[in-house]
């Protein structure tokens, strides 16, 4: 039976399988990611939302919708600035985002991102960026720069098909998103083995991440209860991750009181199913 294994080499991996080859385990290394690294994402996904405030003397509002986007962003390393700063360049090839609030799309602009105690944004190509935008660009220059959150997902020991292991928290923080820091956040991946894509060999693995918390102040708290589920396909003889899919739900109740007037109740629900699929520049080195 197959049996692989991938471990944290700076933001790589390595990949070993064997057992059904009748070989000692074959090591395939991934270089790590580096200035000139060019990387181009595609994703594409759904999210429908409902919200209820209830509470205090006003009636109760409550709204629901969906948002859907697909995009097509070229992310590439640029080396750091004077003061060592990490920086990246974000090239959107295509971009579309629909909401009830109307379409935005960041198409056509080129930026470049810096991160320091927070990140800097400077547009070198396009028109200059509106609040919405800015804040999409953000959230997608975070994703790119960001420690390798898959790394947490993957076994630090040899796994047949079938086995399973738990994940890092990290991990389920980053994919679930903003669940807060009192949230416990958990979870189990398994290999479900390899399949020949293309004569390339992929290995797949599946995961279950969740977090699930409460935080309480003096007149206020707050719960979080989230989870989601999905796919990484990791090409073998590299070491790259091809793509990922997943579906979750998320649920925040929060519960604020005034001084003098009554509690307000804010429930928010969501549904989300997104997936990317990462195509690498001739001769560009890492995984993601």
């Given at each position: 039976?197959?049996?692989?294994?991938?471990?944290?080499?700076?933001?790589?991996?390595?990949?070993?399988?064997?057992?059904?080859?009748?070989?000692?385990?074959?090591?395939?290394?991934?270089?790590?990611?580096?200035?000139?690294?060019?990387?181009?994402?595609?994703?594409?996904?759904?999210?429908?939302?409902?919200?209820?405030?209830?509470?205090?003397?006003?009636?109760?509002?409550?709204?629901?919708?969906?948002?859907?986007?697909?995009?097509?962003?070229?992310?590439?390393?640029?080396?750091?600035?004077?003061?060592?700063?990490?920086?990246?360049?974000?090239?959107?090839?295509?971009?579309?985002?629909?909401?009830?609030?109307?379409?935005?799309?960041?198409?056509?602009?080129?930026?470049?991102?810096?991160?320091?105690?927070?990140?800097?944004?400077?547009?070198?190509?396009?028109?200059?960026?509106?609040?919405?935008?800015r804040h999409q660009a953000l959230a997608d220059a975070a994703r790119f720069l960001a420690p390798d959150v898959h790394q947490g997902l993957f076994p630090d020991r040899p796994v047949s098909a079938g086995d399973s292991w738990k994940t890092l928290p990290e991990?389920?923080?980053?994919?679930?998103?903003?669940?807060?820091?009192?949230?416990?956040?958990?979870?189990?991946?398994?290999?479900?083995?390899?399949?020949?894509?293309?004569?390339?060999?992929?290995?797949?693995?599946?995961?279950?991440?969740?977090?699930?918390?409460?935080?309480?102040?003096?007149?206020?708290?707050?719960?979080?209860?989230?989870?989601?589920?999905?796919?990484?396909?990791?090409?073998?003889?590299?070491?790259?991750?091809l793509s990922w899919d997943s579906t979750g739900r998320s649920e925040e109740e929060d519960r604020v009181r005034g001084e003098e007037g009554p509690e307000i109740v804010l429930r928010s629900e969501r549904d989300e199913r997104s997936s990317c699929r990462y195509?690498?520049?001739?001769?560009?080195?890492?995984?993601?």
């Amino acid at each position: 039976m197959a049996k692989f294994v991938a471990r944290a080499i700076g933001i790589g991996l390595v990949l070993a399988l064997g057992g059904a080859r009748g070989q000692e385990a074959l090591e395939f290394r991934a270089p790590a990611w580096g200035p000139g690294t060019s990387v181009v994402a595609a994703l594409e996904g759904k999210v429908e939302y409902a919200f209820l405030k209830s509470g205090g003397e006003a009636e109760a509002e409550e709204n629901s919708g969906e948002e859907t986007w697909q995009r097509k962003i070229r992310f590439r390393l640029l080396d750091p600035d004077t003061e060592g700063r990490a920086r990246i360049e974000l090239v959107y090839l295509e971009d579309g985002v629909e909401s009830v609030a109307g379409k935005t799309s960041l198409a056509g602009r080129t930026v470049v991102a810096t991160r320091g105690e927070a990140f800097s944004l400077e547009v070198t190509a396009g028109e200059p960026l509106g609040e919405v935008e800015r804040h999409q660009a953000l959230a997608d220059a975070a994703r790119f720069l960001a420690p390798d959150v898959h790394q947490g997902l993957f076994p630090d020991r040899p796994v047949s098909a079938g086995d399973s292991w738990k994940t890092l928290p990290e991990a389920a923080r980053a994919i679930l998103g903003d669940v807060g820091p009192a949230a416990e956040a958990k979870g189990e991946a398994t290999f479900a083995g390899v399949e020949t894509e293309g004569g390339r060999e992929i290995a797949v693995f599946a995961f279950q991440v969740s977090a699930e918390g409460e935080e309480k102040g003096d007149a206020d708290s707050s719960k979080t209860d989230a989870w989601a589920q999905g796919e990484i396909r990791v090409e073998i003889a590299t070491g790259r991750i091809l793509s990922w899919d997943s579906t979750g739900r998320s649920e925040e109740e929060d519960r604020v009181r005034g001084e003098e007037g009554p509690e307000i109740v804010l429930r928010s629900e969501r549904d989300e199913r997104s997936s990317c699929r990462y195509e690498y520049a001739q001769g560009s080195s890492g995984n993601r």
